[in-house]
């Protein structure tokens, strides 16, 4: 029986991963293709309210950003937070409700300080 259950935790486990990267996936992609209020909507609410300013909106200034679409190169999944790698750039996400929001997208690591996020919560 144990058995059973190591394999049933895999199976959610690789569909969370997968949950994780095309949420990833969907909101730089559209940035990179110029949609964005599809990009935006991707986002939690902080996200995309720390994008607005001068009278400026999400969709408006996200495309703005370069963000780059392409390969997930990497998937790790702590609870309900997660971190995906797409084209080079980290993308941190959230549980929301049955799915996942990005809460900072565009990060670079920056040695032993915080990411450099171009979007973020």
């Known amino acids: ?29 559209a ?3 110029g949609d964005g209020a599809g990009a935006c909507a991707g986002l939690v609410p902080r996200a995309a309210a720390s994008l607005e300013s001068g009278g400026s909106r999400c969709a408006e200034e996200i495309v703005k950003l370069g963000l780059q679409g392409g390969p997930v190169s990497g998937v790790q999944v702590w609870g309900g937070n997660a971190r995906a790698t797409v084209a080079g750039q980290t993308v941190f996400e959230t549980r929301w409700g049955s799915g996942w929001k990005v809460t ?3 990060c670079r690591p920056q040695g032993d300080r915080p990411y450099d996020c171009q979007v973020e919560a």
Not at 3 to 14: E, H
Not at 20 to 26: E, L, S, Y
């Open 1 to 29: 029986m144990p058995l059973l259950l190591i394999s049933l935790t895999g199976c959610a486990a690789s569909g969370e991963k997968d949950a994780v990267a095309a949420a990833a996936t969907a909101v730089v992609d």
């Open 31 to 33: 940035a990179q293709r």
């Open 104 to 106: 900072a997208a565009g």
